[in-house]
T-cell receptor, first 113, second 113 residues
Framework: EDKVVQSPLSLVVHEGDTVTLNCSYE??????LLWYKQEKKAPTFLFML????IEKKSGRLSSILDKKELFSILNITATQTGDSAVYLC?????????????FGKGTLLTVNP | ETGVTQSPTHLIKTRGQQVTLRCSSQ?????VSWYQQALGQGPQFIFQ???????GRGNFPPRFSGLQFPNYSSELNVNALELDDSALYLC????????????FGPGTRLTVL
């Protein structure tokens, strides 16, 4: 099973708040977990995680993977209105010949001034 | 270095017609994947091409077909369009040594009337 579940589905915060977005996945043949930001059309790559417990960081964004509990979180500190977007989580599987991404439904983040 | 590009940006067709969408990979990328994103959903994997051959397919009927050309650009063809085919169609490409890490184009918004 390839299910990816994101929560919450939507979130409204004020500028300066810190947010945590969640992504859980089913374990079968897990290879990697990716986060994307989608503002209008093209999802923009944020992070790829393969190892448990190692935080990846880019500016105010950070992400970590827990392969034992089968989830990842994306943290955004000191949010800005430009962070308003849909955040997508996706996983890949090992063992096959292709590298398809299986996505969750996304979390719609709205940051109000 | 140019990113992934797609054409056209928008397209309106009627039920039963056929459509061809195009994608140019990012420089150096030899793998291209196509995804369908319905409103409010995460992208769904259609198929992937690697070195001009189909390298995996999602749960889409045979009327969805594709091609990859020697310059790694790609086409998605959809025959006998149905109303439910209305969606954003995204193309993504990746480097051969980092095939999980996929970079998306801006998409083609297809409306079927």
């Amino acid at each position: 099973e390839d299910k990816v579940v994101q929560s919450p589905l939507s979130l409204v915060v004020h500028e300066g708040d810190t947010v945590t977005l969640n992504c859980s996945y089913e374990v079968t043949n897990f290879r990697s977990l990716l986060w994307y930001k989608q503002e209008k059309k093209a999802p923009t790559f944020l992070f790829m995680l393969t190892s448990s417990g190692i935080e990846k960081k880019s500016g105010r964004l950070s992400s970590i993977l827990d392969k034992k509990e089968l989830f990842s979180i994306l943290n955004i500190t000191a949010t800005q209105t430009g962070d308003s977007a849909v955040y997508l989580c996706a996983r890949t599987r090992s063992g096959g010949s292709n590298y398809k991404l299986t996505f969750g439904k996304g979390t719609l983040l709205t940051v109000n001034p | 270095e140019t990113g992934v590009t797609q054409s056209p940006t928008h397209l309106i067709k009627t039920r039963g017609q056929q459509v061809t969408l195009r994608c140019s990979s990012q420089s150096g990328h030899n793998t291209v994947s196509w995804y369908q994103q319905a409103l409010g959903q995460g992208p769904q994997f259609i198929f992937q091409y690697y070195r001009e051959e189909e390298n995996g397919r999602g749960n889409f009927p045979p009327r969805f077909s594709g091609l990859q050309f020697p310059n790694y650009s790609s086409e998605l063809n959809v025959n006998a369009l149905e109303l439910d085919d209305s969606a954003l169609y995204l193309c993504a490409s990746s480097f051969p040594e980092h095939m999980d890490e996929q970079f998306f184009g801006p998409g083609t918004r297809l409306t079927v009337l």
